[in-house]
């Protein structure tokens, strides 16, 4: 600390120079919620005081590992009090917490705990085939945790050698335990991303991004300050999307449902009184229909990873849940909108539903525009489309180890999402295409997924793919691939004919007609019964 | 922007390096609430898109009147669209926004003008005769802009050679004008708060103060989407609590009352439906007389400046108002506590009166507490009594100027408020004292309110003051100044007694006991009706 400088431009002060570090998301709810609940699964509950002693003693637990600032701890666990522990004792002693997604596969799971150079792995015995299996290929880890639910383990867990359990750490541990302030750019988390070509990529967040997306999503009012809170998405999926970090904040009852059943989910949801989840779509689906006698009114529940179907989103409103979207990836923290219905527009009908199932809007600090393949942007008229790029303070920084990727990512200074949309006067961002799905055709994008549903219009055609094919002259030129209906005539001209009139009627670019309309006898799917593009364009393209 | 270095401790990478300054606020509100008003008075009405677009041209119109990075432009105005512009626009630029209190005296002023060193300065010309006497004396000062409604003003007026006129030079102004970025840690205002003695002394705030004070304000729920906000606290005073900053930031209709006027202030209220205000005490009292025929029910109101009376939150809450205390001070940017009631706490009767009352809970990452003299941090019970110290990210980092006055503020590292008060197990803070009005003996602090109110009950007092006698063994010792009631015995150690029964029911320490009782016919009081302790120190210290 220097003396104050009226004259500098720059603060300078005497006062203690606050760093947005983890630990300072503790003050709040240690100090004003105590009493206030952590339950893991129908096994434990923790309050929140008990809940700080443990963050404390897995604070000094894990400097008698060894673990030191800068070192990686690899998390393999189902959802649970010791993961949220976790999610804050590791970072705050300066360590980097990385959450392993256990559905890889085992050889991505060995690549991506080497490429982040593990040193300690933390494991639910759960998983102790795997890593049993991968020990002996992870040189640079040294450290095992056990993890595990009362009693459980045996024999084979016993046999692994573990460097310690963590609930015998803890017991060790020191419950006043002090965290140190360090800069607020240390590198808090960080996990692995699954593109559909290529190796995982690491993507990175710092405690500033972590504590900065937790105030914006504060200031969103997802979360209340009355809310029972369950996460149904894993935590080990971006943090669960932020909300643990925000539940805490809060002070919220929290309900950590371990390894996803339906049965117990609906259990906890009724037992719990539940008011707050998020979930993909699919699981929505499942637990409706498991949940069928249950009363769901109250219940908010925010949707993302995929777009929400709206008979999804209108079978959840008609049970009284108060259903949303919301939009990020593992690269932008991720909230980078949420699509809370302003009052104007709620109508409680076909309006309101379709905004529910947009991307919604940017959340505060948070810079979302969309641009065309030039990076000029595009107006927000709800119907010009552009790559939707942002810039918000808790973006990854790029890709670990990865510098290709990484500038590839933040080409021109913002991060691009790899999607297509719009953005409306309201400032709702509609996700439209994936941008590999998009014909680039004389410097403009021609939806694929738009053009199909207006070839699917047309009478005669049964099953329609649109690719994008290579083209001197425009770069690339639609090529619809098409399943005539039984007894329709094969007839391109009156396709591009189709296609023609709704260019005239201002509905899509003119460079949208395609270059060539080719019919099949059936279209090629991927195993998930998605139209299977690469298959196409290798043989049409 | 360097390499990926997956090694570093601190975060590096590729992407936008984001920083917190007061410019990104106005991202999410221009983008999603366009078409939403600013208004003034019963005079004009601004959407979103207009304030923004002068909001650039103001930018733009500093520049031309050679306003530079670090200069300060001060500002007299009373609350208009004009002064949330400068919010805005004046440190957008870099430049340091000033906010002249233009209720202090002229000399004041002027003190704080040459202190602050201001170069420009922006002035509704209600202020001319005093700026034209003042104008003289203020060598630093070069620029001068009139701020004026409508057609005002006049030959007087004409004769000042202003430099520019606030709404000409926003017409030649660019409204597409750009921002740059620059360092968070930028000073982005000033302004002066005025103590018991001494000068008036200047505090600061960086812009990353304001974005995080913002952001924290927003997590509180205090403003809510559907909110119409009107500030009856003066934008000079501490940027109106900071409430302007989240208001634009939520996108809220926003109404500025320009000099208050009861009339006024009661018409807006119901014309333009608002739902959110502030003020201090005195102005709810004055505001409930002026509107005793207006229905106030939905108005949310925070009040602040000093204790909010039990009796005229009562009066408040029977009208239908949803009132409650906030808590901060000129250093404290401001907002450290506010007394939203959560649910457990809220009975509808005396409890949840007394919790609307205290200062409230610290608002998330801010870390107040209470410490004894040594600065040893007391328990949350409700009882204990300490001086209220704090840490935030947005805590004055020192008075302009003033090391040694720095120095105490940030005493061992925490903000001292120089109030004493306790925290309850929900992390309720209550302001019993001010620092100086406590008596510091033993190493303990007794409450002279707390001992006068003790003193007071027995019936022999008509009227009690107690004041702190410097004492070589004991730091200092409690001296009671008592006028007895007619007839009743002028009886020393009866009091002494009754303070030591107090001392064995636990409820004051004992070193509470009074060193002297001294009887006097009249206790000295001051202009404004209060105990002048300094009078009696004088006399019996």
Redesign the interface.
Known sequence: MS??N???????????D?P?IIK??L??PL?????QEIVYRDLQRFTYRQFGQRVHRLGSALGSLGVA??DVVAVLDWDSNRYLECFFGIPMT?AVLMTVNVRLSAEQILYTLNH??AKAIFCNTDFLPLLAALRPMLPQAKVFVRMRDGDAGGQQDDAFAWDGDYEALLAQGDPAHVFPDF?E???ATTFYTTGTTGKPK?V???H??I??HT??G??T?VT???DVYMPITPMFHVHAWGNPFNAT?RGLKQVYPGRYSPELLVRLFVTERVTLSHCVPTILQMFLAAAKDVDLRGWRLIIGGSAMPRALAQAALDRGVDVFSGYGMSETGPIATVA?V??QLRDGGEKELAYRCRAG???????VRIMDPQMRELP?DGVSTGEVVM???W?????????EA??T??EG???HTGDIGT?D???FLTITDRIKDVVKTGGEWVSSLQLEDILAEHPSVGEVAVIGVHCERWGERPVAIVVARPGAAEDAAALRAHVMMRVEQGVVSKYAVPERVEFVEVIAKTSVGKLDKKALRARFG
């Open positions: 003396a104050a009226p004259d500098a431009g720059v603060e300078q002060g005497f006062g203690y606050y947005l300072q998301l003050i709040t100090r004003q919620h105590a009493q600032q800068g300066g982040a150079r800069d750019r240390m590198k690491g990175y967040y710092s500033r991004q504590v900065l105030l914006s504060l200031g009012v209340r300050p009355d904040v809370l302003p009052a809007r940017p959340v505060p600090l948070c810079d927000q810039r918000s303070p973006l990854t920084q790029g890709y670990l180890d990865d510098p990484s500038r990512l933040w200074g913002w991060l953005i006067e309201h400032g």
